[in-house]
């Protein structure tokens, strides 16, 4: 897997596939859509640390949901 092996734009791509998974039609999270939340936090912030401005971004737009998570 390209995300594994280290490929910025495949973690970019795994983190919002995770993301997309998550119900916000709910007034809370469930222990899935934590997960999955957790998920997408991980693969941001490998992309993130190579300097992938999308996951960087990402992860600014997300900090009060990946900070309670």
Do not use: R, T
Request: glycine share 6%; proline share 1%; no cysteine.
């Amino acid at each position: 897997m390209a995300a594994e092996n280290g490929d910025a734009g495949s973690q970019f791509n795994l983190a919002i596939s995770f993301v997309k998974k998550v119900d916000s039609s709910k007034s809370y999270f469930s222990g899935d859509n934590i997960e999955n939340l957790k998920q997408a936090k991980h693969w941001h912030k490998k992309a993130a640390s190579q300097g992938f401005k999308p996951s960087i971004q990402s992860l600014e737009n997300l900090k009060s949901i990946f900070d309670n998570v």
